[in-house]
Nanobody, 119 residues
Framework: QVQLAESGGGLVQAGGSLRLSCAASGSISSIYGMGWFRQAPGKQREMVAA???????VYADSVKGRFTISRDNAKNMVFLQMNSLKPEDTAVYYC?????????????WGQGTQVTVSS
């Protein structure tokens, strides 16, 4: 059983910052890629930032220059530093991991953490 647990969401004023954290736990043998997605009310889930193992970090155009993704591979964690937040960044943010367990390779999701940016 694998679990992804997000933390760090909350309410912030426009222009403020938040740092999201996600910890993967369970019988994990390898993590290939980790990333962050978000889903705003009435919209489809979209990729925010992704950090594949050994690959180039990818950001959505809407967050380039404002958000930074990072990983702590020793702790199976991924972070999202969000600066200069805008009201349009309001969404539920989900952690995602492409990982391997004894049972095979899986794409796992966290429960999500709410980020609300007030104008």
């Amino acid at each position: 059983q694998v679990q992804l647990a997000e933390s760090g969401g909350g309410l912030v004023q426009a222009g403020g910052s938040l740092r999201l954290s996600c910890a993967a736990s369970g019988s994990i043998s390898s993590i290939y890629g980790m990333g962050w997605f978000r889903q705003a009310p009435g919209k489809q889930r979209e990729m925010v930032a992704a950090m594949p193992s050994g690959g180039r970090t990818v950001y959505a155009d809407s967050v380039k220059g404002r958000f930074t993704i990072s990983r702590d591979n020793a702790k199976n964690m991924v972070f999202l530093q969000m600066n200069s937040l805008k009201p349009e960044d309001t969404a539920v943010y989900y952690c995602n991991a492409d990982l391997r367990t004894a049972g095979g390779r899986y794409n796992s999701w966290g429960q999500g953490t709410q980020v609300t940016v007030s104008s």
